[in-house]
């Protein structure tokens, strides 16, 4: 499973790094109202969860659609601008029915797979649907909130704007004052690798998460959905955000530039792993002899004849096992003399659950 984006033509100078304070913004507002995803940024939640306002709060929550299980197309810009002010002028300049399209229709989003023939909901009768199912799915606050946006586009624009401008004064400035330069110095880095050590070793640098095929032609997202996108004509933009860990969000609307938000990560994270990895990890896993020996393995260090005897079957059946074990990266194996003893990878075993759930987030 991949996000799939065709960059054959695409030049050097059509990828472009830069920050963006809406995607920022975005990227804060997610973690106020879904704190649990980002325990490393409890912190900085708690403390500007004390200093906002009930009132701007409550809006936030109102409009929580935008921006909680999903992030709203509309708020990773493909050109970003060096304000938040200006890149809401962007969006003013669009029509109701490009707004309302790049508002609810999330292509970042992998619940609903969206169809490159569809409209803006304000026109498109399936595009109406889908929108109104996303919403009805996440309760009848969002389903409230999409009605308002179909019903009276223009004047929820405004409430909006307004609302990401009280964000702004409330509690973003100071946030976005204190991260900028960071995102421009990481900018910077990835566009330097680019002209220094070209696409591969930039992606790399970007994220684990992120490869190119062999022929060059195309960047691989590892997230679970299959989706494809084309940067050729485009280009393709590149959102640093220090926020937004463990998400790596691609805007890949069809006939849109495609957007990458990635995280800047801070050292202390552990590495990506890829949905592969955990896929393997899993399935060693779902056969209850295979428990039986990792049981066993994780008291002390064990044989296959060890591991036949206790559970009494032959010595090839624990092999066949214990090689799957092995491939998954749970167990190792370490030679003593005539002996082959299994013992568990306690740091990878342990990340499963946590290597998983950051895997269905990214």
């Known amino acids: 499973m991949s996000v799939s984006i065709d960059v ?25 109202v879904e704190p649990a995803h980002h ?25 929580d659609y935008l921006w909680r299980t999903s992030r709203s197309d509309m708020l990773l810009p493909a050109v970003p601008q060096p304000t938040l002010a200006a890149e809401l002028d962007v969006l003013d300049t669009l029509d109701d029915e490009a707004w309302v399209r790049d508002a609810l229709m999330t292509s970042s989003c992998g619940v609903v797979p969206l169809r490159d023939d569809l409209d803006s909901p304000l026109v498109d009768d399936v ?12 309760g009848p606050r969002a389903l409230d909130f999409v009605d308002q946006i179909l019903a009276r586009p223009g004047a929820t624009r405004s409430w909006i704007r307004r609302l990401l401008e009280d964000c702004d004064s409330g509690f973003f400035a100071d946030a976005w004052t204190r991260v900028v330069g960071r995102l421009a110095a990481d900018a910077r880095h990835k566009h330097d690798l680019l002209e220094r050590h070209g696409l591969e070793a930039m992606l790399a640098a970007v994220s684990p998460a992120l490869t190119l095929t062999p022929s ?34 691609v805007v890949h609307a069809a ?3 495609p957007v990458l938000n990635y995280p800047i990560l801070a050292g202390l ?18 056969h209850p002899l295979r428990l039986r020996l990792v049981r066993s393995i994780l008291r ?17 059946e624990v ?9 998954s990266g749970l167990i190792t194996s370490t030679r003593r003399g005539r002996y082959v003893l299994y013992e568990i990878d306690i740091v990878r075993s342990a990340r499963l659950g946590t290597d998983l759930i950051e895997a269905l987030l990214r």
């Open 216 to 249: 060059g032609d195309r960047i691989v997202v590892d997230k679970l959905q299959d989706r494809t996108a084309s940067a050729s004509g485009r280009g393709l933009t590149f959102l640093p955000s220090t926020f937004s860990h463990p998400h790596l969000l």
């Open 300 to 316: 002390a260090p064990q044989t296959t004849a060890q591991l036949a005897d206790a559970w009494m079957v032959s010595a090839p």
């Open 39 to 63: 325990q490393t940024q409890n912190g900085w939640v708690t403390a500007a969860t004390a200093g906002i306002a009930p009132d701007l709060m409550d809006r936030i929550l109102v409009a």
């Open 127 to 138: 595009a109406r649907k889908i929108a109104r199912d996303r919403a009805g799915a996440r």
């Open 255 to 257: 006939g849109r530039r």
């Open 269 to 286: 994270e552990e590495p990506t792993v890829s949905v592969a990895d955990i896929q393997d990890r899993l399935h060693a896993l779902d």
């Open 8 to 32: 054959t033509s695409v030049s050097a100078d059509q990828y472009l790094f830069a920050p963006s304070p809406l995607a920022e913004l975005g990227s804060a507002l997610h973690l106020l």
């Open 319 to 327: 092999s066949r096992h214990l090689a799957v074990l092995k491939n």
